[in-house]
């Protein structure tokens, strides 16, 4: 029986202007960690690259006017507008990838309902999910990193990790709403976050 080449793939989960700092949904040390993940782009060689986006139409209850922050949140990231689009620090590194003859995808998620994980979601111009990407591009050991640590990056490691993918969660390159629950996804998922 013949061995498959494997390849890897980094999948930067929801690196968008609403939850950085000054965004409607900001969460702490996001821009810090867009600029990690940008020099991590540069200097580490992937075969697959995914960028994910909540870009939410009308996710119902998902959003509210009097938020739980549990399961429902302050309006963000609505389609088409400067929130929803991934920061321009990662948005550049995605375009010198490319520049290098690569191919990155884009996935959105969470047009009509809340959607935390990657794998929920569709490339944009077509129908293909995060994992139907990854598996044609034989991609059997996955990178994950961007934001927030305790929600959308734990909720797409987990739906990968459930794939059958190796999956580790990229420690500084992160950021998290709750600093505890952030710490127990990276020790679930890469280990304790280095200074």
Sequence with gaps: MAIL???TALVVVDAQYDFAEGGTLAVPGALAAYARIARHIDAT???VLVTTQD????PGTHWSDQPDFEDSWPVHCAAETRGAEVHDEIAAAVDRYTARGRRAHRIIKG???AAYSGAEGHEV???RGLC???DASLVRRVDVCGVATDYC?????RDLRDHGYAVRVLPNLVAAINAEEGQRVLAAYGGAERP
């Design 125 to 127: 111009g077509g129908d």
């Design 132 to 134: 139907e990407i990854l």
């Design 153 to 157: 990056v734990a909720a797409t490691a």
């Design 45 to 47: 060689r992937y075969d």
């Design 5 to 7: 080449p494997s390849s």
């Design 111 to 113: 047009e009509y309902a």
């Design 55 to 58: 870009w939410h139409i009308d």
